[in-house]
């Protein structure tokens, strides 16, 4: 297992761990030091990495990275009635080039996946999904992803791999592994009409802040079905963060960010977690705490997780059908957890590696507009796809 990129956390960490109570957070955590080097991951669900890198960050001035501040926050919080167990595994440091850094990313993600553990990474530019993604390429053979953001990041995909073109690149570049990409908050004004278009074209999954805010919950199914989850912490609100960390008035505030990374860690399929674009500042108190507590909704999501029954076993299930304009549509609903699905017609003449997307999560209320007429757009957007 190639973890030999992982730097130790630092002395004045540990150090202000050490002052804070034998209950909090810090105290039952595995954590990667100088003194006690790296930590058995035998039994660890969750790994947070840190990536000092942020080179190509389109506004980089040159500045240091560091996460001290984060870390600090998140030992000192309280740990709920968790049976997961987390390790910090300290950080990456900037490679000679940007490309090293990519790399170190990419094999750390893929070793920890294949001890299926969850990477949970806290990082400076949100190019690093790029490389978070490539770490699946041969893992499983499509993956679905959802980034929590106010920009679609697709950009000019002819120029370098940057910060906010970083969706075009792995849309465009061989292996050609992503079939559902979902946007949660984004804001028109942040994206030219050309883009939307795209999107839209793509048949990918963009939701408005607004209707995001509206209904939170709306971002469960989402969630369900995606394995990679990156969060940019652009997309939230300027009056919630410190003074470096400000983007726009508008945005997600701090029950929602949190609300949304709980979704992700429920999700069954959700395999690696990340936290991007943050810009450290002498009065970090209320970003480092943010991105703490983020951290901490997401770990409890993890520590929720119920297993839903195989599909094959029908007593665990309730079927139900609906008819709209001569269409079948098939809505699944658990017994155990009162999750809902529809059945996506699997064309057997296309020669695709999508049978496992046979399946889509969905809400009650996709049911019930069903029910009353309305064709819900995911599954239409989910069957075209199925159809390229």
Not at 25 to 46: M, N
Request: hydrophobic share 40%; aromatic share 12%; net charge negative.
């Amino acid at each position: 297992m190639n973890l030999n990129f992982l730097s130790p956390v630092q002395d004045l960490v540990l150090a202000h761990n050490e002052l804070l109570s034998a209950q909090v957070f810090g105290r039952k955590l595995k954590i990667h030091s100088q003194h006690q080097g790296f930590p058995d991951l035998e039994d660890v669900q969750i790994a947070i990495i840190g990536v000092l890198e942020q080179r190509n960050d389109v506004n980089y001035i040159g500045e240091e990275l560091q996460l001290s501040e984060i870390r600090k926050a998140l030992y000192a919080l309280f740990p709920g009635n968790w049976h997961v167990n987390v390790a910090d595994l300290g950080d990456i440091y900037k490679g000679a080039t940007v490309e090293d850094t990519y790399f170190a990313l990419r094999e750390t993600i893929t070793a920890l996946l294949k001890k299926r553990i969850i990477p949970l990474v806290v990082g400076g530019s949100q190019d690093l999904t790029y490389a978070n993604y490539r770490a699946y390429d041969n893992l499983i053979p499509m993956v679905n992803m959802v980034n929590i953001d106010c920009n679609f990041d697709l950009g000019d995909s002819n120029k370098p791999l940057k910060n906010n073109n970083f969706l075009g690149k792995i849309i465009l570049e061989q292996p050609y592994n992503l079939f559902n990409y979902s946007v949660i908050g984004y804001q028109t004004y942040f994206n030219s009409q050309e883009e939307i278009d795209l999107i839209d074209k793509l048949y990918f999954e963009a939701y408005r802040l607004g209707e995001i805010i509206n209904n939170v919950s709306f971002v469960e199914p989402i969630m369900r079905d995606a394995n990679i989850v990156s969060l940019d912490l652009r997309s939230v609100k300027s009056s919630e963060v410190s003074s470096r960390q400000k983007y726009s008035p508008n945005g997600f505030d701090g029950k929602d960010i949190c609300t949304i990374a709980r979704y992700a860690g429920i999700s069954n399929k959700v395999s690696s977690f990340g936290v991007y674009e943050y810009t450290p500042s002498k009065n970090d108190e209320s970003t480092s705490m943010l991105v703490a507590q983020v951290i901490w909704y997401f770990i409890e999501g993890v520590n929720c997780r119920v297993k839903d029954e195989e599909f094959s076993k029908s007593d665990y299930y309730q079927k139900y059908i609906v008819l709209i304009e001569h269409q079948e549509l098939v809505f699944f609903k658990s017994i155990k957890t009162g999750r809902w699905w529809i059945e996506i017609p699997f064309l057997l003449d296309v020669n695709n590696k999508l049978k496992r997307h046979t399946l889509l999560p969905c809400t009650h209320k996709e049911y019930k507009d069903a029910v009353q007429g309305f064709m819900p757009e995911r599954w239409y957007k989910a069957c075209r796809k199925n159809s390229l």
